[in-house]
Each structure stands twice: as structure tokens, then as C-alpha cells.
């Protein structure tokens, strides 16, 4: 194949620009980097608003408009120059037309920093190189020899394990301690007997009522019948029925005959 002396000249020339350009852009990275650590966070907005104004008129239609954004997804990564001082930039990507790109764990990038900010060159999963605007978040101390994989988890000291709370009392916590109820059924010949325990009222027969465990003293009484009582232990998880025949009064004819002198 023959190459004429113009396409030769022009090849000559496209050769020399490539060239130049890839050392220019080159020389505008000076700087190398090492991801030591890298993660992904999402993080969700829970403001009517979306956190940003509703720009959905023509000229301003935004990703924004129609409450498009619910979350923002962030990715940290803790890098290190080769001066050995490592530092944390991070990305966002708050709508579906935002590029940030999570560059892997082991990787070095070229890179160049802008006050607070610094571009890395890196490239796509088809191979294309890209280039990515980062936030400075912080400088940390370079990761000793020997740190574990995650100089900021190795750096600092494990924090002493403290003891589980242990539980509050009833009584501390506030709560009212109620003793527990039995299901006591009281009945009695005749019935309508009035019921007291304790020397409480607490209804006439036949009732069913409720006692706290323990012992307790019960009385069924009735006009013109003498009075029945009798000293009842209750215990948990049973029934407990009582039944009361009481018998009537017998009138003494001696003050009756009296009264009536």
C-alpha cells in the first residue's frame, strides 16, 4: 500500500498532536492516588419538598420537578497520595442525570486538587476515560504499618465493652405492682347475703369476685340470720368457691314477754 507524501506529512502531524495532548493532559494530574477504602450510603429525604424547590414550570423543568428526588446516595472513599497522608473525598448523586463514580478498593487514579475539591481521571467499564469532581471532606493521619484494611476503623483504639443496662424496677420504672386475682364464686342458703372480706363490702351472693392470693377473712351476714364467717386461704391459678348455709336467729320469748310488761 502506497501512502502519499501529503498523507504522510498528515499522519506525521496527527501522530505529533496526539501525542502532545496526552502529555498535556497528563501533566495536568500530577497527582497520584491509592483508594484505601471505599462506600456507598443512601440517604433518604423525608421533607415535603424534597429538600429543593419545585421547579416545573417550562423554561426551569428540573429533575426536581414532581418530587422526582426521594433519596441521595453518597460514595465515601479514604485515599492516599505518595507522600503517604491519606484524606476522604466523597460524591453524590441527587438525581437520575448526577455522575458520581465509586472508584474500586486497590485502585490508583491520577488526580489534581482544587482547594476543597480534586478531579480524578479514571476509567469506565467500557474503557473510556472519564474524569470525576470530588469533595475534600478531611485530612487523616497516614495508616501505620501493619493497620487492617480500614486505617480509619484500625487508628483508633477499641472502645471498652460496657455491661447491659441492667432492667429497672417496677417500683423505679413507675409502675404500679398489682398482685395477682383469683376467681372466688360466693353463694349462700338463702341467697343475697351480703359479702365482706377484710371488713370490705364487696357485693351480696351469688357473686363472682376477685381476691389477691393469701389468706383473708370472710363474712356472710343476713338479717335474722346468724352471721357466717370464716378465714379463706387463696392460692394462684385455681378457683376457689365458697358456699355459706346460714341459719336463722332463734327469738328469746323471756324479752319479748318483758317489753311488753
Excluded at 419545585?54 to 479514604?78: E, F, G, K, Q, W
Excluded at 501505620?144 to 443496662?165: C, D, I, Y
Excluded at 383469683?182 to 341467697?191: A, D, E, I, L, W
Excluded at 368457691?241 to 310488761?261: C, E, F, M, Y
Amino acid at each position: 500500500m502506497r501512502i502519499s507524501r501529503d498523507g504522510i506529512i498528515f499522519l506525521a502531524f496527527f501522530l505529533i498532536n496526539t501525542v502532545w495532548v496526552v502529555a498535556v493532559s497528563k501533566s495536568d494530574y500530577p497527582l497520584t492516588i491509592k483508594v484505601l477504602s471505599a462506600q456507598t450510603e443512601s440517604i433518604p429525604i423525608s421533607t415535603d419538598d424534597n429538600d429543593v424547590p419545585r421547579d416545573c414550570n417550562l423554561p426551569d423543568y428540573s429533575a426536581y420537578c414532581h418530587y422526582s428526588r426521594t433519596a441521595i446516595v453518597r460514595n465515601t472513599m479514604l485515599v492516599q497520595g505518595r507522600d503517604g497522608k491519606s484524606f476522604t473525598v466523597s460524591c453524590a448523586v441527587d438525581s437520575r442525570w448526577s455522575k458520581c463514580a465509586l472508584l474500586p478498593e486497590g485502585g490508583t487514579f491520577e488526580a489534581r486538587k482544587e482547594k476543597l475539591r480534586i478531579t480524578v481521571l479514571y476509567q469506565d467499564s467500557k474503557g473510556k476515560e472519564r474524569k470525576q469532581l470530588y469533595q475534600l471532606v478531611a485530612s487523616v493521619p497516614a495508616p501505620q504499618s501493619g493497620a487492617a484494611a480500614n486505617p480509619q476503623l484500625s487508628a483508633a483504639a477499641p472502645l471498652p465493652m460496657k455491661p447491659p443496662p441492667e432492667p429497672a424496677s417496677p417500683a423505679e420504672s413507675g409502675q404500679e405492682i398489682r398482685p395477682e386475682k383469683v376467681r372466688c364464686n360466693f353463694s349462700s342458703t338463702p341467697s343475697g347475703a351480703e359479702i365482706t372480706v377484710d371488713g370490705r363490702y364487696v357485693g351480696n351472693t351469688p357473686s363472682e369476685i376477685g381476691l389477691s392470693t393469701g389468706s383473708h377473712v370472710v363474712v356472710l351476714s343476713m338479717p335474722g340470720f346468724a352471721q357466717w364467717k370464716r378465714e379463706l386461704t387463696v392460692v394462684s391459678d385455681s378457683v376457689v368457691n365458697v358456699t355459706a348455709s346460714l341459719h336463722k336467729t332463734q327469738p328469746r320469748s323471756g324479752l319479748r314477754w318483758q317489753d311488753n310488761i
